[in-house]
C-alpha cells in the first residue's frame, strides 16, 4: 500500500493520511520511497554541521521505517546533476549552494524565508518532465533542521524514538503530498529546556549504564539530548548542574557539541556567565562574594567566556549564591538593588569584551527567581536589551507578569529584550518536592503559558523537566505551545491527548489511552504522588483533609483507570509495549498505587486510635504490599523493558534520605496522635456553574479538580469593577433552610495576581438581589502555609457567608463577578462553616 505521509501533530492540516490502489502513484506527489527505490538524500558541505546532522538521521528514519537505507550526498560544487531517481534536496538559504541553485533559476519561491526566524519551507518541485525533487529549506540552519525533522515526524516517527522507544509503523513505501508548506517563526524566540534535580535518574543512569567512561552526562548524553530537542523544534538547553554531575563545560567537547547541533546553551537562574557554580567555584564559598571578592569573581566568570563566547549562548546575568541560595554580601533591599545593577553593568562589560562590543545584540536574560523576585519588584532596574525571565511558584502558577507599562515599552522598543518564562515540570523543594511522576496537567500549562505569552512574555520559554522522563508528554505540550501558540485554544485544547496518543500508538488505540491519561491527570491534580502526606516535613503527622464520600471517588476513579488500563494493555502490539509502560502504564499504575498504599496506611492508623488493635496488622501488611507492588514494577522499569536500556533511571520517592527537610516521609503506616483535627465534613450541596452571558467566564477542558474549572477574558475592559463584568451563575437547591453558619466556598486555583497586588478578589451577589456587589478575597501568602497547603492541593478557598434568604429552602443563584481576571473558578460550594 503507498502511503502519503502524515505530518501527524505538526502538519496536520499540510500533509495528510491517503492509501492508493496498489500500482497507482499519487499524481504529481513525491515518491520518497517506492518498492524499487528510495530517494537520495542531498545537502551541501558548505553548510552548517547541524544540516549534515538532520540529513543523516532523516536517512536513519527511513530505514527505520522501511527497512531501506537513502544515500546521503554531500555536494561539494554549486550545482550538481540530479539522477533520474527522485531526490531530496536540504539546505540553508544563503548558506548552501544547492537551494540558493533552485533560488536563482526561479523554481523556488524563498520570499517567505527571507529574513525570517527559524522558519522552513517543504516543497515539492518537477525539476524536469518526470524528474521529481523534494525541496526543504531553512531561512537558518535551524529551520532547516527542524524543515528535515518535521518530515521524519511526518513519514512516522516520533520525536520519543529514542527517549522513549517508540517504534514506528513499518511501510513499504512513502509518498509525500504535492505543494509547498512554510512553517514559522515560532511565537517564542527561545525554546527550551533545564536539565535539573538529576542526582536520582539521569545521572545515575548516564553514569552506571549509558556513559560511565566519562562518568555521568556528558557528550554522549548531550547528543542525545540535543537531537531530541530538534526533534520538538526548542532550541535551548540549560545543562544539568548538581554537583553529582559532570559540570557541562567541564569536557570542552559539549560545548563543540550543541554548536554542531546549533543549540543555544545557557544556565540557571544560579549560574551566571555561563558557570557552574557548584562544581567550578573551587575557592571557599564565602568568597564567592561580589562585595569582599569583586576582583575573583569577575575573574572567575571571564574564565568562561574566553572558552566559550565563540558559541551561540544567552548569558544569565546577576548573581545570586553558590546554588540556590540568596547572594551573599549582606545589605538591606536598597544595597542589594545597587549591587546587582553594578554586577549587570560588569557582566556586560565581560560580554562587550570577549563575545560582542555590540552587548545590546548579545542575547543576555534575568531570571527573577525566589528572593531576586522581591528585589525586582523593590526597583531594580534590568537594562532594556535584557530579557527578564518571571517564574512560576514551582508548582506550576506563574509568579508575576509583564505590566502594562511593559508591553507600552516593548511597543515603543524601550525593553528590546521583552520578558521570558522559567516554568517547573518537576522540583526539588519546599514545602514538598516532586521528582518522580511527571503529573502536570496539560491544561494547566496551557492556561497558565496562555496567559503569559497574552501578556507578553514571549522571548524565552524554559521548562525544567527534571530527568526528562517521565515528563515526555508535558515537555512535548510546553515546547509545541511554544513553537505554535495558536496549535492549542480552549476548543482544540481536549484533542492533544489523542493526537499525542495517536501518534504513538496508532488510531485505534489513540481515544482509550488519551481517556485514560486524561483521568490520571485529574486524578493527580487532587494530590500528587509525591504529596500524598498531609503534614509538612518535621511536623506532627495528620489524616488527609478528604471526606469519605472524597475517599470514595477518589478509589473509584483509581479502579476506573486500572481497568482502563488492563483493557488497553492487551491491544498493544509487541514491539510497542515498551514504549506504552513508560509513558502510559507505569505512571498510571505507580499513582494508583502510591495513592492505595497511603489511604490503606491512613485508615489503619485510624482504625488503631479507634480501638481497633488489629488494623496496623490487617491494613498495615496490606501497605507494605502495595508498597512492594511499587517496587516491582519500577524494577520492570529499570531492569526489563527495553532490554535493560533504563538500569537505574527510575527511582520512587523519596529515593533516598538526601534532601529530607523538603521531599515526603519514607512508606510507614503514619503515626497519627490525639487528639485529631476534625473529621472533614461533607457540602451539603455543590453549585452547578454556568457562565451569563458572551465573552465571560470559560471552562477550559482538562483544569482544575472538576476538570472544568472557568477562567476570564485576560484582558476584561472592565476587571476592576463589578459593574458590567462577565458573570458565572453558581446554581444551587437545598432541601431545607441552612443554619446561619451556612457559606458559600469558592475553591479556585492557587494562581497569583497578574497585577503583582498579592490579592485575588471576586464580586459576588445572591439570586434577585439588586444592591452593589460585594467583594471577598484572599491573600495569596506567597511562601507561607496557606500558600504552601494551596499548591500541594491545588486549591484556595473563598469564603462567602449566605445572608438569609439564601439559606432558605429551594433553589438559589450566586453570582460570581469577574473583577480580577487572575482569578480561576474550580468548584462552589455550600457548606457549615469550619
Not at 530517494?39 to 558541505?45: K, L, N, Q, T, V
Not at 525586582?376 to 509583564?402: A, C, E, K, Q
Not at 478578589?761 to 507561607?784: C, E, M, S, W
Request: with cysteine; glycine share 8%; charged share 20%.
Amino acid at each position: 500500500m503507498r502511503v502519503r505521509a502524515a505530518f501527524l501533530l505538526c502538519i496536520l492540516t499540510s500533509l495528510f493520511a491517503k492509501a492508493n490502489p496498489p500500482g497507482v502513484p499519487p499524481v504529481a506527489d513525491f515518491p520518497l520511497v517506492t518498492e524499487t527505490a528510495v530517494a537520495r538524500i542531498h545537502y551541501s558541505a558548505a553548510d552548517a554541521k547541524v544540516v549534515s546532522i538532520a540529513a543523516r538521521d532523516l536517512a536513519a528514519d527511513i530505514e527505520r521505517i522501511t527497512g531501506k537505507h537513502p544515500a546521503v550526498i554531500p555536494a561539494l560544487k554549486t550545482e550538481i546533476q540530479l539522477p533520474d531517481a527522485p531526490a531530496i534536496i536540504i539546505g540553508t538559504l544563503g548558506k548552501s549552494p544547492l537551494i540558493d541553485a533552485f533560488v536563482a533559476s526561479g523554481k523556488l519561491d524563498v520570499s517567505a524565508l527571507r529574513g525570517a526566524w527559524e522558519t522552513f519551507l517543504i516543497a515539492t518541485l518537477e525539476t524536469a518532465p518526470g524528474q521529481h525533487t523534494l525541496v526543504i529549506a531553512g531561512s537558518d540552519p535551524r529551520g532547516t533542521a527542524y524543515g528535515v525533522y518535521e518530515l521524519s515526524q511526518a513519514i512516522g516517527v516520533s520525536p520519543w524514538h529514542w527517549w522513549a522507544d517508540v517504534t514506528p509503523e513499518k511501510k513499504s513505501t512513502l509518498h509525500i503530498a504535492a505543494g509547498t508548506r512554510r512553517h514559522g517563526p515560532p511565537s517564542v524566540k527561545y525554546r527550551g529546556i533545564f536539565i535539573n534535580d538529576e542526582d536520582w535518574g539521569l545521572q545515575p543512569w548516564a553514569a552506571k549504564t549509558f556513559e560511565p567512561e566519562n562518568g555521568g552526562i556528558g557528550p554522549k548524553t548531550y547528543e542525545k539530548v540535543f537531537e531530541l530537542l530538534l526533534r520538538l523544534k526548542a532550541n535551548t538547553l540549560w545543562p544539568a548542574m548538581h554537583k553529582c554531575s559532570p559540570a557541562f563545560n567541564a569536557n570542552p567537547a559539549n560545548a563543540a557539541l550543541a554548536a554542531d547541533y546549533a543549540i543555544v546553551m545557557g544556565s540557571s537562574h544560579a549560574e551566571p556567565m555561563l558557570r557552574n557554580n557548584v562544581s567550578e567555584w573551587t575557592a571557599p564559598a564565602k568568597d564567592y562574594n561580589y562585595v569582599t571578592n569583586r576582583d575573583g569573581v569577575l575573574s572567575y566568570w571571564e574564565e568562561r567566556l574566553k572558552t566559550n563566547g565563540r558559541y551561540e549562548n544567552i548569558y544569565t546575568l546577576g548573581m545570586r549564591g553558590i546554588h540556590d541560595s540568596g547572594m551573599q554580601g549582606g545589605g538591606d533591599r536598597d544595597e542589594q538593588i545597587a549591587r546587582l545593577e553594578k554586577i549587570f553593568a560588569d557582566q556586560r562589560a565581560l560580554i562587550a569584551k570577549h563575545v560582542s562590543p555590540d552587548v545590546e545584540r548579545v542575547p543576555q536574560m534575568f531570571c527573577a527567581y525566589k528572593e531576586v523576585l522581591d528585589l525586582y519588584r523593590g526597583g531594580l532596574r534590568v537594562p532594556d536589551d535584557v530579557t527578564i525571565l518571571f517564574p512560576d511558584d514551582n508548582f506550576g502558577y506563574i509568579r508575576n507578569f509583564p505590566t502594562d507599562a511593559d508591553r507600552a515599552a516593548m511597543r515603543e522598543g524601550k525593553r528590546a529584550g521583552g520578558f521570558g518564562v522559567y516554568y517547573h515540570l518537576s522540583y526539588l523543594g519546599r514545602p514538598l518536592a516532586y521528582l518522580w511522576l511527571a503529573t502536570t496537567p496539560p491544561a494547566l500549562i496551557w492556561e497558565e503559558m496562555h496567559k503569559a505569552r497574552e501578556l507578553g512574555a514571549d522571548r524565552i520559554w524554559i521548562a525544567n523537566v527534571g530527568d526528562i522522563k517521565p515528563a515526555e508528554i508535558t515537555t512535548e505540550f510546553f515546547l509545541q505551545m511554544a513553537w505554535d501558540i495558536n496549535r492549542w485554544n480552549r476548543d482544540t485544547l481536549p484533542g492533544f491527548l489523542s493526537e499525542w496518543a495517536a501518534r504513538e500508538f496508532g488510531p485505534d488505540n489513540a481515544p482509550a489511552i488519551a481517556e485514560v491519561m486524561r483521568q490520571y491527570y485529574l486524578f493527580n491534580f487532587e494530590r500528587r504522588p509525591e504529596h500524598l502526606q498531609w503534614w509538612l516535613p518535621g511536623e506532627r503527622p495528620r489524616p488527609s483533609d478528604l471526606t469519605p464520600a472524597d475517599k470514595d471517588r477518589r478509589r473509584a476513579l483509581a479502579l476506573s483507570m486500572s481497568e482502563k488500563l488492563s483493557a488497553i494493555r492487551d491491544r498493544i502490539p509487541a514491539e510497542k509495549q515498551d514504549a506504552f509502560y513508560q509513558l502510559v502504564d507505569y505512571p498510571v499504575q505507580g499513582s494508583i498505587l502510591a495513592s492505595n498504599r497511603y489511604f490503606t496506611g491512613e485508615e489503619a492508623a485510624l482504625k488503631y486510635l479507634g480501638g481497633d488493635r488489629s488494623a496496623l496488622d490487617k491494613l498495615g501488611y496490606m501497605g507494605d504490599i502495595l508498597n512492594g507492588q511499587l517496587a516491582r514494577i519500577t524494577h520492570r522499569y529499570n531492569n526489563l523493558i527495553s532490554g535493560g536500556k533504563w538500569r537505574h533511571f527510575m527511582q520512587l520517592e523519596p529515593a533516598d534520605n538526601d534532601w529530607k527537610s523538603m521531599r515526603i516521609a519514607a512508606w510507614r503506616v503514619p503515626n497519627f496522635q490525639l487528639p485529631l483535627p476534625s473529621e472533614p465534613r461533607p457540602p451539603l450541596v455543590e453549585a452547578r456553574l454556568a457562565s451569563a452571558g458572551k465573552n465571560g467566564w470559560t471552562p477550559v477542558s482538562g483544569l482544575g479538580h472538576s476538570g472544568a474549572a472557568h477562567t476570564l477574558p485576560l484582558r476584561n475592559p472592565q476587571s476592576q469593577s463589578a459593574n458590567g463584568a462577565p458573570i458565572l451563575d453558581c446554581r444551587y437547591n437545598l432541601d431545607a433552610d441552612a443554619p446561619a453558619t451556612a457559606i458559600a466556598r469558592i475553591h479556585i486555583l492557587p494562581t497569583h495576581a497578574i497585577d503583582g497586588s498579592g490579592t485575588l478578589r471576586i464580586a459576588y451577589t445572591f439570586d434577585n438581589d439588586t444592591a452593589a456587589p460585594k467583594t471577598a478575597g484572599l491573600v495569596i501568602d506567597d511562601g507561607g502555609p496557606a500558600w504552601a497547603q494551596g499548591v500541594l492541593s491545588n486549591t484556595r478557598v473563598i469564603d462567602i457567608p449566605l445572608p438569609a434568604p439564601a439559606r432558605a429552602a429551594g433553589p438559589h443563584t450566586l453570582r460570581l463577578h469577574g473583577i480580577d481576571p487572575s482569578v480561576i473558578v474550580d468548584r462552589v460550594t455550600i457548606e457549615l462553616s469550619r
